[in-house]
Structures are given as structure tokens and as C-alpha cells.
């Protein structure tokens, strides 16, 4: 199943295109990575997929729908981490997941649980974030972008801060991921 399909898609800020017909699409369990050099447009494209920009020209489809159409509900299975994961430093890691779950309907505890542990976290998600390492605040985002069972995953740069150990676990994670049939852009 086509779960994002991006067409065609520009964006201009003042003259200068920034993106030029940028087309691609992610299916069920795929994993797509995006590489290149810093200015490269990344990050602005999974900007204009999230509408965090807005689109000069194209068309973003996700989960069937038209996200210049019906954005909420196109974007409503997105889970996502955009350059670092915004978390209250004064908060747990806990305490955190639960803010967030408000966000979203039908996220209870159990789902909770079930990303701290997916991502690792089990042993210090009742400690401030502040004492977090870098790698453990990404662990955290991701397991914020996995709290409602999202069936698309953008990643922007999801390693930063990992060890090597953190990047293997990652890279099993996504993997496992996929195969339960989430589509993932990095």
C-alpha cells in the first residue's frame, strides 16, 4: 500500500528554488533515505511533507489523501522528529510520553510502556531529561513519534548524538519496524 507519495514538488523562497520537482513515493514497509550534503533541501522536503512549509508547487499525498485537502487527516498517522526532539528538559522522560499522549486520542498507558520500551529507555525514563545524553533525548523523540501507532515515520538526521551501539539498535529498530508494515523516510 502507497502510504506517501510526494509529486512533483518546489519550493521557492524569494527566487531562489530551494526544491525542483521532487517526486518519490514510500510504501508499506519500506525504509527510503535521503542523502546529501548540508543545503542539500532534506529537512525542507520532510518540512513541506509535514506542512511546516508551505508548498510552492506539487502535491503531497498521504494515506490516500491530499494534504492541501484534508491535512489533518492526512497527516493524523505521521509520526515524525524534525532536526532535534522537542522535550521539557524539567520534566522525565515519563513524564514527557505522557503530555504528549494527550495529543492523540486512544493512547493509554500500556502504549506508553510498550515505545520505552521499544526504544530502550526502561531504565532511566523516570529520570529529567536534563540528565539525558543527547542520544538518549533522540530515543525519546522517537519513542514521542511512536506513541500513536503511526503507519509513516519521518526521521530528520535520527542518529544524531548516538553511539555506534545506538545506531545498530536503531537501525534494528527501524528495520523491525518496517516489517510490521510502517513506511519510513530518513
Known sequence: MEILKVENLCKKIG???ILKNVSFSIHSGDIMAFIGPNGAGKTTTIK???GLQKITRGKVTING???QKKFV????RVGCIVESPDVYLYLTGMENLKLQARMYKNVVVDDILRVVELVG???RIHDKVSKYSLGMRQRLGLAIALL???NLLL???????LDPEG???LRILLKRLAKSGVGILI
Request: aromatic share 0%; with cysteine; hydrophobic share 30%.
Open 155 to 161: 526521521l530528520d538526521e535520527p542518529t544524531n548524538g
Open 73 to 76: 487527516q492526512a497527516i493524523d
Open 65 to 67: 489523501m491530499d494534504t
Open 48 to 50: 513541506c511533507i509535514l
Open 121 to 123: 529507555l526502561e531504565n
Open 15 to 17: 527566487k531562489r528554488e
Open 167 to 169: 545506531i545498530k539498535d
Open 148 to 150: 500513536h501507532s503511526p
